[in-house]
Protein backbone atom coordinates (compact mmCIF):
# COMPACT_ATOMS: atom_id res chain seq x y z
CA UNK A 1 0.00 0.00 0.00
CA UNK A 2 1.51 2.99 -0.89
CA UNK A 3 1.48 6.14 1.50
CA UNK A 4 -0.67 8.83 -0.23
CA UNK A 5 -0.24 11.33 2.47
CA UNK A 6 3.48 12.08 0.26
CA UNK A 7 2.01 13.75 -2.42
CA UNK A 8 4.14 15.10 -5.35
CA UNK A 9 4.80 19.24 -6.15
CA UNK A 10 3.32 18.83 -9.76
CA UNK A 11 2.02 16.51 -12.10
CA UNK A 12 4.42 14.85 -14.28
CA UNK A 13 6.59 16.71 -16.73
CA UNK A 14 5.65 14.31 -19.74
CA UNK A 15 3.70 11.31 -20.65
CA UNK A 16 3.18 9.07 -17.68
CA UNK A 17 1.14 5.86 -17.19
CA UNK A 18 0.54 5.14 -13.77
CA UNK A 19 -0.58 1.20 -14.33
CA UNK A 20 -3.79 0.26 -12.54
CA UNK A 21 -3.89 -0.91 -9.16
CA UNK A 22 -0.20 0.69 -8.05
CA UNK A 23 -1.57 3.70 -6.46
CA UNK A 24 -4.59 2.79 -3.59
CA UNK A 25 -3.93 3.70 -0.23
CA UNK A 26 -6.33 3.94 2.38
CA UNK A 27 -7.90 8.20 2.90
CA UNK A 28 -6.42 9.98 5.87
CA UNK A 29 -8.17 9.92 9.35
CA UNK A 30 -10.75 12.20 9.88
CA UNK A 31 -12.35 13.14 6.68
CA UNK A 32 -14.92 10.51 6.73
CA UNK A 33 -17.06 8.46 8.94
CA UNK A 34 -15.17 5.57 8.51
CA UNK A 35 -11.91 5.29 6.55
CA UNK A 36 -12.43 4.16 2.75
CA UNK A 37 -10.11 3.72 -0.11
CA UNK A 38 -8.51 6.41 -2.08
CA UNK A 39 -6.58 5.65 -5.45
CA UNK A 40 -4.77 8.87 -6.39
CA UNK A 41 -4.71 9.00 -10.10
CA UNK A 42 -3.38 12.33 -10.71
CA UNK A 43 -1.56 14.25 -7.90
CA UNK A 44 -0.33 18.24 -7.70
CA UNK A 45 0.16 20.63 -5.30
CA UNK A 46 0.79 23.09 -8.25
CA UNK A 47 -1.72 25.98 -8.55
CA UNK A 48 -4.61 25.11 -11.21
CA UNK A 49 -3.43 21.91 -11.91
CA UNK A 50 -5.58 19.06 -11.41
CA UNK A 51 -5.54 16.63 -9.39
CA UNK A 52 -7.58 13.33 -9.90
CA UNK A 53 -8.52 9.98 -7.58
CA UNK A 54 -10.71 6.82 -7.50
CA UNK A 55 -12.84 6.44 -4.24
CA UNK A 56 -14.45 3.00 -3.34
CA UNK A 57 -16.88 3.70 -0.47
CA UNK A 58 -18.28 1.17 1.97
CA UNK A 59 -22.24 1.18 2.50
CA UNK A 60 -23.11 4.65 4.65
CA UNK A 61 -19.84 5.63 4.61
CA UNK A 62 -19.32 9.47 3.94
CA UNK A 63 -17.37 12.37 4.18
CA UNK A 64 -17.25 15.07 6.45
CA UNK A 65 -18.22 18.97 5.04
CA UNK A 66 -15.87 19.84 3.09
CA UNK A 67 -14.97 22.39 0.16
CA UNK A 68 -12.99 22.47 -2.87
CA UNK A 69 -10.96 25.78 -3.62
CA UNK A 70 -11.68 25.18 -7.54
CA UNK A 71 -14.43 23.05 -7.51
CA UNK A 72 -14.93 19.34 -8.01
CA UNK A 73 -15.68 16.91 -10.97
CA UNK A 74 -17.58 13.84 -10.26
CA UNK A 75 -18.10 10.49 -12.65
CA UNK A 76 -20.06 7.48 -10.54
CA UNK A 77 -18.21 4.29 -11.29
CA UNK A 78 -20.54 1.87 -9.26
CA UNK A 79 -23.11 1.51 -6.34
CA UNK A 80 -25.06 3.92 -5.08
CA UNK A 81 -24.41 7.04 -3.63
CA UNK A 82 -25.47 10.19 -1.94
CA UNK A 83 -24.47 13.85 -2.00
CA UNK A 84 -25.42 17.18 -0.69
CA UNK A 85 -25.03 20.54 -0.76
CA UNK A 86 -25.33 22.90 2.03
CA UNK A 87 -28.85 23.98 1.98
CA UNK A 88 -30.15 21.57 -0.47
CA UNK A 89 -31.79 18.21 -0.53
CA UNK A 90 -29.90 14.87 -0.40
CA UNK A 91 -29.37 13.70 -3.96
CA UNK A 92 -29.07 10.06 -5.36
CA UNK A 93 -26.30 8.71 -7.20
CA UNK A 94 -26.03 5.95 -9.50
CA UNK A 95 -23.44 5.08 -11.96
CA UNK A 96 -22.96 6.78 -14.72
CA UNK A 97 -24.23 10.36 -13.02
CA UNK A 98 -21.86 12.78 -12.43
CA UNK A 99 -21.68 16.04 -9.95
CA UNK A 100 -20.28 19.11 -10.38
CA UNK A 101 -19.49 20.80 -7.44
CA UNK A 102 -18.79 24.81 -7.51
CA UNK A 103 -15.46 26.21 -6.49
CA UNK A 104 -16.10 26.66 -2.27
CA UNK A 105 -19.49 25.38 -2.19
CA UNK A 106 -20.13 23.59 1.06
CA UNK A 107 -21.17 19.67 0.05
CA UNK A 108 -20.93 16.04 1.65
CA UNK A 109 -20.76 12.49 -0.57
CA UNK A 110 -20.58 9.32 -0.22
CA UNK A 111 -22.22 5.49 0.05
CA UNK A 112 -25.84 5.34 0.44
CA UNK A 113 -27.24 3.23 3.41
CA UNK A 114 -27.16 0.00 1.20
CA UNK A 115 -24.73 -0.46 -1.12
CA UNK A 116 -21.18 0.06 -1.94
CA UNK A 117 -19.99 3.65 -4.11
CA UNK A 118 -17.02 4.50 -6.08
CA UNK A 119 -16.51 7.20 -8.17
CA UNK A 120 -13.97 9.33 -9.96
CA UNK A 121 -13.42 12.63 -9.12
CA UNK A 122 -11.41 16.09 -10.36
CA UNK A 123 -10.38 18.92 -8.26
CA UNK A 124 -7.92 21.53 -9.56
CA UNK A 125 -5.09 23.12 -6.65
CA UNK A 126 -5.24 26.52 -5.76
CA UNK A 127 -2.88 27.94 -2.94
CA UNK A 128 -1.44 24.09 -2.59
CA UNK A 129 -4.69 22.56 -1.98
CA UNK A 130 -7.27 20.90 -3.88
CA UNK A 131 -9.89 20.51 -0.49
CA UNK A 132 -10.57 21.78 2.82
CA UNK A 133 -12.43 19.61 5.30
CA UNK A 134 -14.69 20.50 7.69
CA UNK A 135 -16.63 19.12 10.36
CA UNK A 136 -18.81 15.68 10.42
CA UNK A 137 -22.25 15.94 8.63
CA UNK A 138 -24.90 14.83 11.30
CA UNK A 139 -27.72 13.58 9.42
CA UNK A 140 -31.31 13.90 10.95
CA UNK A 141 -32.15 11.09 12.97
CA UNK A 142 -28.65 9.48 12.91
CA UNK A 143 -25.16 10.38 14.13
CA UNK A 144 -22.38 9.76 11.94
MN1 LIG B 1 -16.15 16.86 -2.59
Same mark, same amino acid.
Given at each position: ?????? !? =?? +?? =? &??????? +??? &?? @??? =???? %???????????? %????????????? $???? $?????????????? #????? $? @?? &???????????? +???? $??????????? @?? *??? *? &??? #????? +????? !???????????? @????
Amino acid at each position: MNDITT !K =PK +AC =P &AEMTIRR +AGT &AI @GRA =PEGI %SSAPFWAEMLLE %SESEGENTVMRAT $VDPS $VITHWHTHPRGQFL #YVLSG $V @GV &AQRDGGPVEELR +AGDC $VWFAPDERHWH @GA *SAD *S &AFS #YVSIQ +AVHDG !KSVHWLEPVIRQ @GERS
